[in-house]
């Protein structure tokens, strides 16, 4: 268990809808990221926050948005789904927000659009 | 762009065999690099880094030596295991610009050790 957790494991949801990925960091990290897997992009960064604020985007489509809450957890929100966005989505924290110490990745959610 | 290229897979050994998989980066300055490796089904696991020039990275038996020169940040191993099959990943650290502090990664490396 690598202390960060994300919710659900897997999904299965229709082209049009909407879904909501959730993360809770390792404790004492401030900062969360937002990671897509696919066969054919590999890893792609979508988003980071660092104690609530949005720090950095990446690829992220604008159908995609994401929030930290005063908690620190963190919900990562695809709506309009296409089937491409089908993939692992990963979840990672780090005490800072600069990174050079690593990540710590959660076991990912796998979302299927059907 | 950035970037970080790996050699592509899949990698097959035998037990005991030495691993070598090649990784170059493209950066401005000196980046952190990184070795992640994620076994089926898990996430990414952290496996070594090197924050400046010239540091080697190491666990587990791994090793990876920063090379300025060449841009470079192989992943070696002097005797593989089959616990170590695996997929394998090198990151660079972006240091500037509106990502600053988050991974690019390479493609990703699939290890199949057999007994």
């Not at chain 1, 082209?15 to 054919?40: E, K």
């Not at chain 1, 960064?45 to 690829?59: M, V």
């Not at chain 2, 880094?49 to 010239?54: L, N, R, S």
């Not at chain 2, 030596?65 to 650290?93: I, M, N, P, W």
């Amino acid at each position: 268990d690598s202390g960060v957790t994300q919710t659900p494991k897997h999904l299965i949801t229709a082209t049009g809808q909407r879904v909501t990925l959730r993360c809770s960091p390792r404790s004492g990290d401030l900062s969360v990221y937002w990671y897509q897997q696919s066969l054919d992009q590999g890893l792609q960064f979508l988003i980071q926050y660092y104690n609530g604020e949005e720090r950095a985007k990446g690829n992220i489509l604008e159908r995609f948005s994401a929030q930290q809450f005063p908690d620190l957890h963190s919900e990562l929100n695809l709506s309009s789904l296409e089937l491409g966005d089908s993939a692992l989505y990963f979840c990672a924290s780090s005490f800072s927000g600069t990174g050079k110490d690593g990540y710590t990745f959660g076991s990912g959610t796998r979302l299927t659009v059907v | 762009g950035d970037s970080v290229t790996q050699m592509e897979g899949p990698v097959t050994l035998s037990e005991e065999a030495f691993l070598t998989i090649n990784c170059t980066y493209t950066a401005t300055g000196y980046p952190s690099l990184f070795w992640y490796v994620q076994y089926p089904g898990e996430g990414l696991q952290l496996l070594l880094k090197a924050t400046k020039a010239d540091d080697k990275g190491s666990n587990k038996g791994f090793e990876a030596t920063y090379r300025k020169e060449t841009t470079s940040f192989h992943l070696e191993k002097g005797s593989v295991q089959v616990s170590d099959s695996a997929v394998y990943f090198c990151a660079r650290l972006m240091n500037y610009g509106g990502s600053q502090g988050n991974l690019i990664f390479g493609k990703g490396t699939k290890l199949s050790v057999k007994p």
